[in-house]
T-cell receptor, first 115, second 114 residues
Framework: AQSVAQPEDQVNVAEGNPLTVKCTYS??????LFWYVQYPNRGLQFLLK??????LVKGSYGFEAEFNKSQTSFHLKKPSALVSDSALYFC?????????????FGTGTRLLVSP | AAGVIQSPRHLIKEKRETATLKCYPI?????VYWYQQGPGQDPQFLIS???????DKGSIPDRFSAQQFSDYHSELNMSSLELGDSALYFC?????????????FGPGTRLLVL
């Protein structure tokens, strides 16, 4: 079975500082990995994904994530945080070998960027 | 760019009533997914359709049913509503080709069961 762990309920960072939101995953085969962001009363917005190839993935709004197979991690990073980055971030996984399409989400991490 | 459209955006129902949620995927997307997000919870997969056929099934109650129509829009039918059905219901769409595997989500339908 697939699962995702986001160990931090909340991450606090000052504007201009680098941020990291952690994600580890478990799948029986090879993963597709995704990050989504949710603003209050809004839908899930796609940020970036890892399918294959380069372990460092760049996405929207200056975010990037690094796939680490040995550590089964896919941490989200940004070099310089903005107050407008404050939102709820979800990591999600799909096992590409099962043929099933559903995404399994982590419990989410609330990012709070202070001015 | 066109996005996933969901209607209605908000819905209030009484217990034991029925509700129908609609989803219109991004043009040329042939796969639709439904997720349920309870208060303070992560989204949970309910069901998906590819080319009008059910392609995957998650934790969808027997009281719920869904289908995808010839124009690729999808409807989630919910009967005998319970208080615990109050949640945000997301629809997402994707296409097997092109932008591989990315599911694009709609704004959601917030259902409140009283």
């Amino acid at each position: 079975a697939q699962s995702v762990a986001q160990p931090e309920d909340q991450v606090n960072v000052a504007e201009g500082n680098p941020l990291t939101v952690k994600c580890t995953y478990s799948v029986s085969g090879n993963p597709y990995l995704f990050w989504y962001v949710q603003y209050p009363n809004r839908g899930l917005q796609f940020l970036l994904k890892y399918i294959t190839g380069d372990n460092l993935v760049k996405g929207s709004y200056g975010f990037e994530a690094e796939f680490n197979k040995s550590q089964t991690s896919f941490h989200l990073k940004k070099p310089s945080a903005l107050v407008s980055d404050s939102a709820l971030y979800f990591c999600a996984v799909r096992d590409r070998n099962t043929g099933f399409q559903k995404l399994v989400f982590g419990t989410g991490t609330r990012l709070l960027v202070s001015p | 760019a066109a996005g996933v459209i969901q209607s209605p955006r908000h819905l209030i129902k009484e217990k034991r009533e029925t509700a129908t949620l609609k989803c219109y995927p991004i043009p040329r997307h042939d796969t639709v997914y439904w997720y349920q997000q309870g208060p303070g919870q992560d989204p949970q997969f309910l069901i998906s359709f590819y080319e009008k056929m059910q392609s995957d099934k998650g934790s969808i109650p027997d009281r719920f049913s869904a289908q995808q129509f010839s124009d690729y829009h999808s409807e989630l039918n919910m009967s005998s509503l319970e208080l615990g059905d109050s949640a945000l219901y997301f629809c997402a769409s994707s296409t097997p080709s092109g932008d591989q595997e990315t599911q694009y989500f709609g704004p959601g339908t917030r259902l409140l069961v009283l």
